[in-house]
């Protein structure tokens, strides 16, 4: 099991650009959301979805869009990047909400924006 | 809304020592779930320690101990002989049973002096 990838690892974009952070993973987890870390706000919850055609939004959704075709995929979006997006984003699965499973992280996704 | 605080932005531990973090939180639900993560320098979030709201034993894991304080809404990592390998960002993180969003504290970042 490669767990969950997260690719790229690393992006510069300029500010207006568009691109699609991509997050896969082989476990059959129902739950996969997107995190962004900032230095000194911890991890906020930008979107999440428990299961395949179902997508809501977390804390800091504006400016990202989700969409969970498969139950393995889970892409995040940025329509037109602003410098305010400058962060780590962290993709995250697990599965049965009425245990105490743990999330399962990727290894991250540095974004910056000029 | 559910908060998980997380009052020590920064310590430090000799090695071989023992060190707390602190952690509160804020819920009006009685069934909920309680989780410590650690973020090495790698970036990689990796779980150290989960705790189930129903029961009282407090959680072990090797060197890693938690006080659940369940009235007081207190859930503090006790690390004992402390290595330097456990220099890294720690994360305390709540979820209610029967959802999957967690919420997650604004981290410690703890160091290990050797």
């Known amino acids: 099991n490669a767990g969950v990838t997260q690719t790229p690892k690393f992006q510069v974009l300029k500010t207006g650009q568009s691109m699609t952070l991509q997050c896969a993973q082989d476990m059959n987890h129902e739950y996969m959301s997107w995190y962004r870390q900032d230095p000194g706000m911890g991890l906020r919850l930008i979107h999440y979805s428990v299961g395949a055609g179902i997508t809501d939004q977390g804390e800091v959704p504006n400016g990202y869009n989700v969409s969970r075709s498969t139950t393995e995929d889970f892409p995040l979006r940025l329509l037109s990047a602003a410098p305010s997006q400058t962060s780590v984003y962290f993709c995250a699965s697990t599965y049965d909400r009425d245990r105490a499973n743990v999330l399962t992280f990727g290894a991250g996704s540095r974004l910056t924006v000029l | 809304a559910q908060t998980v605080t997380q009052s020590q932005p920064e310590m430090s531990v000799q090695e071989a020592e023992t060190v707390t973090l602190s952690c509160t939180y804020d819920?009006?639900?009685?069934?909920?779930?309680l989780f410590w993560y650690k973020q090495p320098p790698s970036r990689q979030m990796i779980l150290v320690i989960r705790?189930?709201?129903?029961?009282?034993q407090n959680a072990t894991e090797n060197r890693f101990s938690v006080n659940f304080q369940k009235a007081a809404k207190s859930f503090s990592l006790k690390i004992s002989d402390s290595q330097l390998g456990d220099t890294a960002m720690y994360f305390c993180a709540f979820r209610h049973s029967g959802t999957y969003k967690y919420i997650f504290g604004t981290g410690t970042r703890l160091k290990v002096l050797a």
């Open positions: 705790q189930e709201a129903y029961k009282q």
């Open positions: 819920t009006s639900e009685s069934n909920y779930y």
